[in-house]
């Protein structure tokens, strides 16, 4: 049983006809210019956008799941975050166990495991976009929902974070957990399980990245040329 | 609880507060003693609040002073009453009073208008006073009407009829004296932009002085209305009514504010002098006014 | 937007102490409210009235000050709460109760009663009338936002409807520009104070209660509330239920408010304001000190405005909130 399944998902000019299903405990990346509907297709993934066609959890169909089990099955990283009041860091993790009956459980070793513990006490918004973004998905994590979907959680991440959050997505996964995230870095994205291209609000291919990610692809969706030249290979020490 | 602890004489504090209260209650027992062993059958004392200056006037006619406890906070000043002189003598209320300022003055009888607020005379009504409310006093039939109430309540009912009988000579002498003169073309201008038509005291003011509104005959005005600027300039008036200490000082205002400074009245300075309280007297006092009116502008009718 | 960079002045150890340090002010500002009044009486004789034992303190202490007491009391943590919930929901700590035009719809109904003559004939007809207003200026707005619709919508229409009921009582303050005592009557309520309010105005702010009960649990799904509503969702929030019950909330707080109080400003936006830096924003503790600390500010000015020489509650609202504020944020580092 797919941990998701999307079945002709639409959004009127923002999605057409998407149909998708992501095994569990599998690490799947979510790729495409700009536009291409990414951020929407996560968003009606998620349940937060109404969309025609079917979304289904675990075999679940959405619409019969009430908003704290949603909660507790899918956790939801956005792109940005705006931050109106001065919640401290440790706080804004926490609210990740409001479906858990705001115990909370797991709050300080993720602000370790995310090196957020010196900034446990500091206002939200008052702290880097890149400490933010580990922040939103430090929350995201505590939530331990088995279908974890990121928007460009890497995007505004210094190298060794990006490294880091890649690990513990690889350690989700091999926990039985989805992890769906959208990337811009294709030198990133082909060390993912699977990977899921769109286009112009259409899926155009799923499948592993060795598979998908050929030169004629490339060209085709993103209007670039790829050449085999030695690339530099990141990894932690 | 702390209301207890401010009465028990704890702490230095208190102890004054103990001695003023211990004080006060020794000078109420001997007030009360006093008053024990006053005559018998005495008369419980009228004491009236008034809280407008119409009321004001009323209440100054007609009662005795040791009735009068406390006038409008508007009753000393001459631009509003015409008993401004004789309200000196007497308490006013704070302007933005509640009902406790008027009822530190003991108020048996409270005289408001109808618009006075209803939270007002409700709680008045509560602590125990009368309230009578004055709702009609546009006529002079109104004003006879309003002195023969309020003369009810004080219990001089002679001294109103008094007051109207004297009041009905004097307007009925000017009616007579003013019976063959043309009537004189009059507007009362006004430098906020509206001006008195008909239904308004100033009306009543021109129908027992000889005058004719032009802004009722001719601008159809009701009561308090915009003035119609540019059609004013047509009008044939003959002069303008203004209020003030001199003739001088009351017309300059109007000698730099269109379109009074366009009007030929004003150009030449045919005005007469009201004085500012008669303007918007709604009391008996309005008869002084009439006669002034009317003396200022059919100065023949008078020699 | 822009976050108002948002520190917190006092240390975690005291936090605690802000609610009951509040409870004790109050509990001062009732008694010197009790012995502060026109009617010079002595604490001797505030007592006596209590006891009813001096029938004219009596009636001064239980007709007129202690409903006077009373609905400071409810309009302060009305406006107060209602602020809190409305900066919440835009997710801006600058909104204020008024931004949906409820007040302005209060205003316009009072206003309206005033000029027709209705006010003077009973207590009741201006409240009611304010009431009935507010609720109307509600309905359009979400008439005109289209129910469920975003909250930028919102605001827009809220903006539309505050201009159109400004329009509204402009004009009948015009077309009744020649009876000076209603217009003053007019100007007078929208200063906004709390003069002469009787047990029947007490009544009429019970409402206040309800819905302050009613606030009480909201406050931790406010918090996520205050992220936005698809963050709020993700997190397990039921939104749309939420985001109703905090605009019924606050559009009744507002609106009763409004009706016994006049249109006050300034409470709604500043209270929650001066907590929030003072506490932090976790909303669980600023619900309960919105109440308490509203209905603090709202006695405290009261008091002041007659102790002033009946300054109505609206100005000193203005002029003591103003500077405060710019105090408050001078601290900030």
Redesign the interface.
């Known amino acids: 049983m797919n941990s998701l399944d999307l079945i002709d998902a639409t959004v009127p000019g923002r999605l057409g006809n998407v149909t998708v299903g992501l095994p569990r405990g599998k690490l799947v990346g979510l790729v495409g210019p700009n536009g291409a509907g990414k951020s929407t297709l996560l968003r009606v993934a998620a349940g937060l956008l109404p969309s025609e066609g079917t979304v289904a959890w675990n075999g679940r169909p959405l619409s019969g799941i009430p908003s704290l089990e949603r909660a507790r099955c899918t956790a939801w990283v956005p792109q940005e975050a705006h931050f109106e009041f001065g919640f401290s860091v440790r706080s804004v993790v926490a609210q990740g166990r409001y479906a858990h009956g705001d115990d909370e459980s797991g709050v300080d070793e993720t602000l370790a495991r995310f090196g957020l513990s010196a900034l446990a006490g500091r206002p939200v918004n008052r702290i880097s976009g890149g400490e933010r973004a580990r922040v939103l998905l430090a929350r995201a994590i505590v939530t331990e929902a088995p279908l974890q979907l990121w928007d460009e959680p890497l995007a505004p991440l210094d190298p060794r974070h990006r490294l880091e959050v890649l690990v513990l997505a690889r350690e989700l996964a091999q926990s039985g957990s989805t992890v769906f995230l959208s990337l811009h870095d294709l030198s990133l994205a082909s060390s993912l399980d699977l990977l899921a291209v769109l286009c112009a609000t259409r899926l155009r291919a799923l499948g592993s990245p060795a598979d998908i990610l050929t030169p004629n692809l490339l060209l085709d969706v993103f209007g670039v040329r790829a050449s085999a030249t030695p690339s530099l290979n990141l990894e932690l020490p | 609880m ?2 207890k602890t ?2 028990r004489p704890d702490g230095r504090l208190l102890c004054p ?1 103990a001695q ?2 211990g004080g ?2 020794a000078c109420l027992l001997l007030w009360v003693a006093q008053a024990a062993a006053a005559p018998p059958g005495a008369q419980p004392a009228i004491r009236v609040v008034s809280q407008t200056v119409g009321t004001d006037e009323l209440l100054l006619a007609l009662a005795e002073p040791g009735q009068i406890a406390a006038l409008s906070h508007l009753g000393r000043d001459p631009d509003y009453c015409a008993a401004a002189g004789e309200a000196r003598s007497y308490p006013s209320l ?8 008027v ?2 003055f003991n108020p048996t009888l409270v005289l408001c ?11 008045l009504r ?3 006073a009368r309230v009578v409310i004055f709702d009609h006093y546009f006529t002079l039939a109104d004003s006879y009407a309003n002195l023969r109430m309020l003369s009810r309540e004080l219990g001089c009912e002679k001294r109103a009829e008094r007051i109207i009988g004297e009041c009905e000579k004097r307007v009925a002498a000017l009616d007579s004296r003013l019976r063959r003169v043309r009537l004189a073309r009059v507007i009362a201008p006004s430098t906020f932009g ?1 001006i008195p038509g008909s239904q ?1 005291t100033f009306q009543d003011l021109c129908d027992h002085a000889g005058a004719e509104n032009l802004a009722c005959t001719l601008g159809h005005i009701v ?3 915009p003035q119609p600027s540019e059609a004013m300039l047509n009008w044939p008036v003959d002069c303008v009514v203004v209020a003030g200490a001199d003739l001088g000082s009351a017309l300059a205002p109007f000698r730099d504010l269109p379109p009074y400074e366009f009007m030929p009245a004003v150009k030449s300075g045919r005005a007469v002098l009201l004085p500012p309280a008669q303007l918007s007297c709604v009391s008996h006092l309005r008869v002084d006014g009439y006669e002034i009116l009317a003396k200022a502008l059919h100065p023949e009718a008078f020699n | 937007m822009h976050a108002v960079h948002s520190g917190m002045i006092l240390p975690a150890r005291l936090i605690r102490f802000v609610l009951p340090a509040l409870l004790v002010i109050l509990a001062a500002l009732v008694l010197a409210a009790l012995a502060t009044g026109d009617m010079p009486l002595s604490p001797a004789r505030v007592w006596a009235g209590l006891r009813r034992e001096d029938s004219m303190a009596a009636t001064i202490v239980w007709q007129m000050r202690l409903p006077r007491i009373l609905s400071a009391i409810l309009v302060g943590a009305a406006l107060s709460s209602a602020g809190l919930v409305m900066q919440a929901y835009f997710r801006n700590s600058l909104a204020n109760p008024g931004l949906l035009g409820v007040s302005s719809g209060g205003a316009a109904g009072a206003v309206i009663a005033i000029a027709a003559g209705w006010a003077s004939v009973s207590l009741w007809f201006l409240p009611l009338a304010a009431i009935a207003g507010a609720v109307a200026a509600t309905g359009g707005v979400l008439v005109l936002a289209r129910h469920g619709a975003s909250t930028e919508r919102l605001l827009l229409a809220g903006v539309a409807l505050n201009a159109l009921l400004g329009a509204v009582t402009s004009y009948v303050l015009s077309q009744y520009i020649g009876l000076y005592e209603r217009n003053a009557q007019i100007l007078f309520w929208l200063l906004g104070g709390l003069e002469d309010r009787t047990w029947e105005h007490v009544g009429i702010a019970l409402p206040i209660v309800a819905a302050a009960a009613l606030l009480w649990p909201l406050g931790r799904s406010m918090d996520l509330m205050s992220l936005g509503v698809s963050e709020a969702q993700s997190l397990g929030v039921d939104v749309r239920r939420v985001r109703r019950q905090m605009l019924s909330l606050a559009t009744v707080l507002t609106a009763v408010a409004t009706a016994v109080a006049g249109a006050v400003g300034f409470v709604g936006l500043v209270v929650p304001h001066i907590l929030r830096l003072l506490v932090g924003p976790e909303h669980r503790r600023l619900v309960p000190l919105s109440l308490v600390g509203g209905a603090v500010f709202v006695l405290a000015c009261d008091i002041a405005g007659r102790l002033a020489g009946g300054l109505r509650l609206g100005i000193i609202t203005s002029l003591i909130g103003a500077p405060f504020f710019l105090w408050l944020l001078r601290r900030l580092p």
């Open positions: 702390k209301i401010l009465c507060i003023a209260t006060f209650l704070a302007s933005n009073g509640d009902a406790e300022s009822l530190k208008a109808d618009y006075t607020r209803a939270e007002m005379v409700a709680q509560r602590a125990g509206m308004s009561g308090h209305g």
